[in-house]
C-alpha cells in the first residue's frame, strides 16, 4: 500500500473498480505530473508546432518540460491556455452530445479560472453565447482576464449561486457543471492535498454536488445537455451521482465514442447503467478526471426574453467608438455608466434579461470611454479579436514586452504620438500612449507581472 494515498481511497478503487492498485500507486509515488497547454484557434502562433497533440483535443499540446508561462508574452497576450489534458475530453463530450453548429447558449457554471470556458468558446458558433459563472467572489477576476484574453465578444460572466439560476426557466441549451470535489484526482499534481481527503469529506462533497445540480437542473431546457464532471476518483462523487440525477430527474445518459489506445475507462453506474469516462494517470497522459453527459427528457418552463429595447445611443459618440472597432456594423454598443461595450446584436435582449436576474461581472468586450473627440480604450479591446486593424502597433522585443508586463519604464523609439497597441509577434499586451518625452504605460496594475524574478 502506498505511503502516501488514503489507504480507504485505494480500497475503494479495488473493490468498486478493480483498478490496477501497484500501477496505480507507482505513478503517483514515483512520476511527475504532465504539462499540457490548449492553443487559442482565434490567435494563431507557431508556438507548440513539434509538440506531442492531445489526441481528444484538436488543439491540446503536451510539452517536454514545463516552462515559465509567466514569463512568456505570448501567455499574457492569450495565444494558448495552460490547462491538464484530461479535462480537455470535454471537446469530445461537447461534439457528441450537442449540435456544435447549432446556435446555443452555454452554460459553465462552476467557471474559475476558465480552463473548460475557453474551451467552450474555442468551439461554438460566433452567434452562440456563453455565460461563465463562478460562485467564489475572489476566482471571478482571473476568470475574466482569462476569457478577455480569449478575445471573444460573445462572453458573458457572472458572479451567482446555483439556486439563483431558477429565475432563468429553462434557458441553456447545454450546462457543463465541473463540481466542487474532494480532488482525489489532481493528488499527483497537488501532493499537499492528500492530508485534506477523508471519507467523510467525500461524502460532503457529494451532498454539495446534488445540491448544486438540483439548483441548476431547471435552467436547462427540454433536450438540452447536462455534462457532468469532477477531478476525483470517489464513486459516491461520479457513479452515485450518476444515479442520483436519475433518480431524481428524467435524464437519458449518453454515451460518447472513445479510441482504444487512448486509455480512458468507459464505466457504467450500478443503478441505471449510466455512462461515465475515467481518466487514470498510470493509464492515460493526464491526471484523474470523470466526466458524464445527460440529455434532460423533462418538459422544462421555457425562458421568457423580451424584446430587447431600443439602444438609444449617442451618434457623435457611437462614430468615435466605431473607428476602434473592426467591422463595427456587426457589433452593438452597449453604453452603460459612461463606458461602451460591444457585443453580438442577437444577444442585446440576452443581456438584458441577463442583467435582470444575475449579477454580471464581464459582458462582450469593454470597448473603453470617449473623452472629448478620443476614446480611452480598455484593455479588453486591445486582447480581444475586434480592435481595428488599423490602429497603430508598435513591436516589442521579448525583453521590451516583460518590461511593458511589469508597467516598468519603457522607452520606444517611434514617431507615432497617441494611443497604441504594444505587441509581441503581432499579438497585442494591451494600450500605451506615446508622448513627446515619454510612454504612458496602461496594462493593468491588477495582471501585470510581480516576480522580479521574471526577466
Known sequence: MSSKLPPALIRSLIVNHHIEDELFIKTHDSSEPLTSVRLNPFKPTGLFNDAEPVTWCKTGRYLKERPSFTADPLFHAGCYYVQEASSMFLE???????????????????????????????????????????????????LCDNLNKWGMENTFVSNNDPKD???????????????????????????????????????????????????IYPALKENGTLIYSTCSYSKEENEEISDWLCNNFNLESLRIPIEAEWGIVETQSDKHKCYGYRFYPHKVKGEGFFIAAFRKKDIAVSAQIKRAKENKGNKKNDDIIKRWLNNSSELSMINHLDEYYALNPA?????????????LKKSGVRIGKVMGKDVVPNHELAVSLIYHKDIPQISLSREESISYLKRDELKIESEHRGWALMC????????????????????????????????
Open 92 to 142: 469530445q463530450v461537447l461534439k457528441y452530445s450537442t449540435d456544435l453548429s447549432e446556435n446555443q447558449r452555454v452554460l459553465d457554471l462552476c467557471a474559475a479560472p476558465g480552463g473548460k470556458s475557453t474551451l467552450i468558446s474555442s468551439l461554438i458558433t460566433k452567434e452562440s453565447l456563453l455565460l461563465a459563472n463562478e460562485i467564489i467572489k475572489t476566482r471571478v477576476p482571473v
Open 165 to 215: 439560476f431558477k429565475r432563468l426557466g429553462g434557458y441553456f441549451d447545454t450546462i457543463v457543471v465541473d463540481a466542487p470535489c474532494s480532488g482525489s484526482g489532481m493528488f499527483r499534481k497537488d501532493p499537499d492535498a492528500i492530508s485534506e481527503w477523508s471519507e467523510s469529506a467525500v461524502q460532503l462533497c457529494s451532498h454539495r454536488q446534488q445540491r448544486i445540480l438540483a439548483d
Open 424 to 455: 509581441y509577434e503581432g499579438h497585442p499586451l494591451g494600450w500605451a500612449k506615446i508622448l513627446n518625452n515619454r510612454l504612458n504605460n496602461y496594462f493593468p496594475k491588477e495582471i501585470r507581472i510581480t516576480n522580479p524574478n521574471v526577466v
Open 347 to 359: 444577444h442585446e435582449a440576452d443581456l438584458q434579461f441577463l442583467q435582470s436576474k444575475l449579477y
